[in-house]
């Protein structure tokens, strides 16, 4: 369930569908198994995130294979926050 924005840097509540951003992100989540002999198959679960009206002007939500789902500056507002 979404509660607050995604970015970890602000501490928005989530209130309405209309504000912000919503994000659907499917990743790879691991099945265990009842027998630890087989190996544990991979099922894709389907999560979401919200950013709120501030965060969503310069934010996105993406997948990252290492660290899951992270923020990132939309393009043209990372140069921004690089001197920041």
């Not at 002999?37 to 969503?56: G, I, N």
């Amino acid at each position: 369930m979404v509660s607050k924005c995604a970015n970890p840097l602000c501490s928005a509540s989530f209130r309405y569908f209309r504000e912000g951003r919503l994000f659907e992100i499917e990743v790879m989540a691991r099945r265990s198994t009842p027998d630890s002999t087989t190996a544990r198959k991979p099922h894709r679960k389907v999560e979401y995130f919200w950013l709120c009206p501030d965060c969503a002007r310069e934010w996105t939500v993406r997948l990252d294979g290492d660290r899951g789902v992270v923020t990132v500056p939309i393009a043209g507002t990372a140069a921004r926050h690089a001197t920041a």
